[in-house]
């Protein structure tokens, strides 16, 4: 079993940046795809990006493509989300994810995460 604890968030003005990290729990990090998702008020809980069990592979939602990007240290069992020209509809609490059961990271769904964190609010003000 994997606990998750997201850091991180805050509020932050259009065009700037944040850095998320998720710390995991336990001894088998390496055998986990990583994904960060975002919930905004009054909407569904949205995929935004994912990294391979190995770092090697990435996914991301159109809407961050070129602005985001995740990365992973499995020495120190982090998983992060660096965010940069930050936008008024990035606001939302960001989720850090995991599962072990495969490492396809071109799914989108919640279902395809098994362990979740508690989240932390990003807030972009205009």
């Known amino acids: 079993q994997v606990q998750l604890v997201e850091s991180g968030g805050g509020l932050v003005q259009t065009g700037g940046s944040l850095r998320l990290s998720c710390a995991a729990s336990?001894?088998?990090?390496?055998?986990?795809?990583m994904g960060w998702f975002r919930q905004a008020p009054g909407k569904e809980r949205e995929f935004v990006a994912a990294?391979?069990?190995?770092?090697?592979?990435?996914n991301y939602v159109d809407s961050v493509k070129g602005r985001f990007t995740i990365s992973r240290d499995n020495a120190k069992h982090q998983v992060y989300l660096q965010m940069n020209s930050l936008k008024p509809e990035d606001t939302a609490v960001y989720y850090c994810a995991a599962d072990e059961r495969f490492d396809w990271i071109g799914g989108t769904g919640t279902e395809l995460y098994n362990h979740w964190g508690q989240g932390t609010q990003v807030t972009v003000s205009s």
């Open positions: 336990g001894r088998t990090f390496s055998n986990y795809r």
């Open positions: 990294i391979s069990r190995n770092g090697d592979e990435t």
